[in-house]
Nanobody, 121 residues
Framework: QVQVVESGGGSVQAGGSLRLSCTTS????????MGWFRQAPDKGREKVTE???????SYVDSVKGRFTVSKDNAKNILYLQMNSLKPEDTALYYC???????????????WGQGTQVTVSS
């Protein structure tokens, strides 16, 4: 059985930092596309960043220069380092895993339950 579990969320003031972690069981992150998504209240789910099985990353424009995704294949952990946080970053953040190394729109198969990030002004 595949499980995806996020951790590291919390409440911070604007300008602060948080690091989210995601672990998987039942699947390896090696050579697998992994992504971070978020959903704010009354808004649709948004892809924040992803990292392909070959290490290629992409970010939504609103977080470029502030967020960094990384993956430790040996430990099977995905990270999201979030710096210079803004109130508009407040959302439930989800980790997702694809069944392929290439990231594509419909690639994601396994999802975590999410971890809440709240940024106050």
């Amino acid at each position: 059985q595949v499980q995806v579990v996020e951790s590291g969320g919390g409440s911070v003031q604007a300008g602060g930092s948080l690091r989210l972690s995601c672990t998987t069981s039942g699947i390896s992150m090696d050579y697998r596309c992994m992504g971070w998504f978020r959903q704010a209240p009354d808004k649709g789910r948004e892809k924040v960043t992803e990292i392909s099985g070959y290490g290629i990353t992409s970010y939504v424009d609103s977080v470029k220069g502030r967020f960094t995704v990384s993956k430790d294949n040996a430990k099977n952990i995905l990270y999201l380092q979030m710096n210079s946080l803004k109130p508009e970053d407040t959302a439930l953040y989800y980790c997702a895993a694809a069944n392929t190394g290439l990231c594509s729109r419909d690639a994601y198969t396994y999802w975590g339950q999410g971890t809440q990030v709240t940024v106050s002004s």
